[in-house]
Structure formats: structure tokens, C-alpha cells
């Protein structure tokens, strides 16, 4: 591709997969809030499928908003809006409301403030019963962590410390402290989870 538009070859693996759980849990109608959307890959796929939602992707970096933007314009899509800066740790948030959110592979390519950070703006912004859809690998304590995670864990921490693969259990207990109750864990293909959190 010659122009803006970035490409993450796990995001084409994966859509799919997130996309049958999204169907389940996401309204029929509303606005739905992306964090950290990366190459925008996802959002303009989920938007293509699900055209009674409208999709607000976001991301806090510059370049990344630029390849967000060249896929929304490449897909013609009208129920995608333009892709805004959003630092998940750094309220207040640009968006005052949305009726769901998704957030695709942050919590461990971010320091746990972000994570913080994403559960106070989401209980901000999201109504009573509106979803919080995560996905990622974790780790569990019941479960033993597959090698390639462990690896995938300790190539992250080699990049920075304050990155790296986090317990489920530490996630669900922010997650309560911050108003919501955890819906379901969906196993997904390559050893990721989708979790689904919603407000109480």
C-alpha cells in the first residue's frame, strides 16, 4: 500500500473471530467507542458488518489516526467518524458518551495506568448495562499460560517493564472497583481471550 494505510497481519487473523463475539453483546443501535485502534483495521471491518452501529475509532498516536483514517476513507463506509487522539490514561476523555466500547490489544502493550485509566473513562462515559469488550492474551491462575504467551510476555517486558501480559483476576478486580460486573470470558483462536465487562 502506497498510502496512510498501516496493516497488522494479526488484525486480518483475528476480526472475524471478534466480530461473531461483538455481534452477541453489542446493541443493535448506538455509538460505539474504540481505544486504541491502531491501524483502524478492525473498526472499518466491524462498521462494514454492523451497520446499525455508528464507530468512533480513536488512538493517541499521530501516524496511527492517519492509517484509521486512510482505511475509513478507502472504505467508502459512512458510519465510521473520523478517528480522534486518546490517551486511555489521560482524562478527561474527548467523548462524553458512547452505548458500548471496544478495546483490542492495549492492556499489555501499556503500562497498568492505562488500564486504570480505561475503566474510569468507560465508567464515565458508558450508561447502565452498555458493554466494555476486551481482547488480548492473559494470564490466569487456572490456566496454564501457553508457551507462545510466555514468550510474547517476555519480548514485551524486554521492550518496557511496564508492559507485559496481565492475570485475568487483576483486570476483573479493577473492573469491579470501577462499576462493572464481568459478563463472560470467550476463548478465541491463538490463545487470546475476549472479555466482556459491563456497567452496572
Given at each position: ?95 462524553t458518551a458512547a452505548d458500548a466500547m471496544v478495546c483490542i490489544n492495549m492492556i499489555h502493550i501499556s503500562p497498568w495506568r492505562s488500564t486504570e485509566g480505561l475503566f474510569a473513562g ?79
Open positions: 500500500m502506497t498510502d496512510d494505510r498501516r496493516s497488522a497481519p494479526a488484525a486480518l487473523r483475528n476480526r472475524d473471530p471478534i466480530l461473531a463475539v461483538l455481534r452477541e453483546v453489542l446493541p443493535a443501535h448506538g455509538l460505539v467507542l474504540e481505544i486504541a485502534s491502531g491501524t483502524g483495521e478492525h473498526v472499518v471491518h466491524f462498521a462494514r458488518h454492523l451497520p446499525g452501529l455508528a464507530f468512533q475509532p480513536s488512538d493517541p498516536d499521530a501516524g496511527a489516526r492517519e492509517s484509521i483514517q486512510a482505511w475509513i476513507t478507502e472504505s467508502g463506509l459512512g458510519n465510521v467518524r473520523a478517528p480522534i487522539a486518546l490517551d486511555a490514561a489521560a482524562p478527561p476523555w474527548p467523548v468507560a465508567a464515565a462515559v458508558l450508561p447502565a448495562g452498555a458493554p466494555l469488550v476486551l481482547y488480548g492474551p492473559y494470564r490466569r491462575h487456572d490456566v496454564p499460560t501457553a508457551p507462545s504467551n510466555e514468550e510474547f510476555d517476555a519480548s514485551l517486558r524486554a521492550r518496557d517493564p511496564a508492559w507485559g501480559l496481565r492475570q485475568l483476576d487483576d483486570v476483573a478486580a479493577l473492573a469491579e472497583q470501577s462499576g462493572f460486573a464481568l459478563d463472560r470470558v470467550v476463548e478465541m483462536p491463538a490463545n487470546n481471550l475476549t472479555v466482556v465487562f459491563r456497567e452496572r
